[in-house]
């Protein structure tokens, strides 16, 4: 490949952050001279990746909230366009941010720019007839479940299952004793692992009912502890000032920044908002309730789209309910607290999920930076 190869990326959420980073790395070890540039993180920057936007000014999630941030979003991709037009990249990756990425991809790939999207949105959830869109927006679908490939393979949308990066990362057989020893944690007791969401917005609607939801497993376990891992500053504070609200600030609960893993890994169950978070619980092998509140309005348009029974990761790829699930009006701090705590004290139950949970990380681990960089490095040759 003569001169030097332009990788022009989007990601525009924390865990698309993380994803690019891996495939960043696992490009650079073949094409160490190549340049990325577009919108990202902190972690697709440390990688090396010219960052044009942070990816915090598109990390917006719900209907209503979108719409509320709708112009300037819309500012940003126009003018990416604009620019990847005027000088254009050998190939772009979009990582995640659907409703942002395809429209972009689209649009390049009219264009003759080849285009590749990495994570799969979730058709078979919510909008199986996007579908006819992706096949003119994308000239590959990188997807991290298995389960995938077969539907875009019936619209001729060409495909490559890669694995699931977290399934790379999470041992195996997790050190829940380490953990533990990390967080200056005792060995004996009940330890809940508390995950409200990484946004504010998703505070906005959760801490509340995941604050009550501690309270409630403290009367019913008093020498229980609680962690909560949050990621940023903003979210601490925010949930720092709802522990005063509510009137929790004497729970034996530790706020961590980051550390997630950490939480996970030392926790006998987890309360965990739904999103990516809830496959990391899984690979963890942990026993977890998911639970998840939105804006009314938001929860209205997501309900009449919905494909399917479940929303939790977890759930989706076992195909059955392997952790509870409430959601809205139905996540109550009594629902949750019953629920968590009937989990973790049954004699059966976290032995049956360490086994389906254990079964499901051996499919996932495929070594997925490496596995994307082998879908995209031929397309890469073919632009050159």
């Known amino acids: 490949m003569a001169g030097q190869l332009r990788i022009a990326m989007v990601a525009g959420e924390a865990s698309g952050d993380l994803l690019a980073s891996h495939l960043i790395a696992a490009l650079q070890a073949?094409?160490?001279?190549?340049?990325?540039?577009?919108?990202?993180?902190?972690?697709?920057?440390d990688s090396g990746l010219d960052a044009w936007w942070p990816a915090e000014r598109l990390a917006v999630r719900g209907y209503v909230e979108v719409l509320r941030h709708y112009r300037e979003?819309?500012?940003?991709?126009?003018?990416?366009?604009?620019?990847?037009?005027?000088?254009?990249?050998?190939?772009?990756?979009?990582?995640?941010?659907?409703?942002?990425?395809?429209?972009?991809?689209?649009?390049?790939?009219?264009?003759?720019?080849?285009?590749?999207?990495?994570?799969?949105?979730?058709?078979?959830?919510?909008?199986?007839?996007?579908?006819?869109?992706?096949?003119?927006?994308?000239?590959?679908?990188?997807?991290?479940f298995p389960f995938e490939p077969a539907l875009y393979e019936k619209h001729g949308v060409p495909v490559r299952y890669v694995g699931h990066p977290l399934a790379d990362i999470i041992p195996l057989e997790p050190d829940q004793h380490a953990a533990r020893e990390r967080l200056n944690l005792t060995q004996d007791g009940l330890v809940f692992a508390l995950l409200p969401g990484s946004r504010q917005s998703e505070l906005q609607?959760?801490?509340?009912?995941?604050?009550?939801?501690?309270?409630?497993?403290?009367?019913?376990?008093?020498?229980?502890?609680?962690?909560?891992?949050?990621v940023t500053r903003e979210t601490r504070i925010s949930f720092e000032n709802a522990l005063w609200q509510y009137g929790a600030q004497e729970l034996p609960l530790t706020l961590l920044f980051g550390h997630a893993h950490d939480a996970m890994a030392a926790a006998d169950g987890?309360?965990?908002?739904?999103?990516?978070?809830?496959?990391?619980?899984?690979?963890?092998?942990?026993?977890?309730?998911?639970?998840?509140?939105?804006?009314?309005?938001?929860?209205?348009?997501?309900?009449?789209?919905?494909?399917?029974?479940?929303?939790?990761?977890?759930?989706?790829?076992a195909g059955r309910f392997v952790a509870p699930e409430f959601l809205q009006d139905?996540?109550?701090?009594?629902?949750?607290?019953?629920?968590?705590?009937?989990?973790v004290v049954d004699p059966i139950v976290p032995g049956r999920l360490f086994q389906i949970f254990s079964a499901l990380h051996r499919q996932l681990r495929r070594n997925t930076a490496e596995q994307a960089a082998a879908a995209i490095l031929p397309i890469l040759r073919r632009a050159t």
């Open 30 to 45: 073949h094409l160490p001279d190549a340049h990325f540039c577009g919108i990202g993180g902190p972690k697709m920057q």
């Open 73 to 144: 979003i819309s500012g940003i991709r126009r003018q990416l366009l604009r620019r990847l037009l005027a000088d254009p990249p050998d190939v772009f990756i979009g990582v995640d941010a659907p409703d942002f990425n395809l429209w972009l991809e689209t649009r390049l790939k009219a264009a003759g720019i080849a285009t590749i999207h990495f994570v799969s949105p979730s058709v078979w959830a919510w909008r199986a007839g996007r579908i006819r869109h992706i096949a003119r927006a994308v000239s590959q679908m990188l997807c991290l």
């Open 205 to 230: 609607f959760m801490a509340k009912t995941f604050i009550e939801t501690a309270q409630a497993l403290n009367r019913r376990h008093p020498q229980a502890r609680f962690l909560v891992p949050l």
């Open 270 to 317: 987890v309360l965990v908002a739904s999103g990516t978070a809830t496959l990391e619980a899984a690979l963890f092998k942990k026993p977890m309730v998911i639970a998840y509140k939105m804006s009314p309005w938001s929860w209205r348009l997501m309900r009449r789209m919905r494909l399917q029974p479940w929303v939790g990761l977890p759930n989706i790829l």
């Open 330 to 343: 139905q996540a109550t701090p009594e629902n949750l607290a019953q629920a968590l705590a009937n989990l």
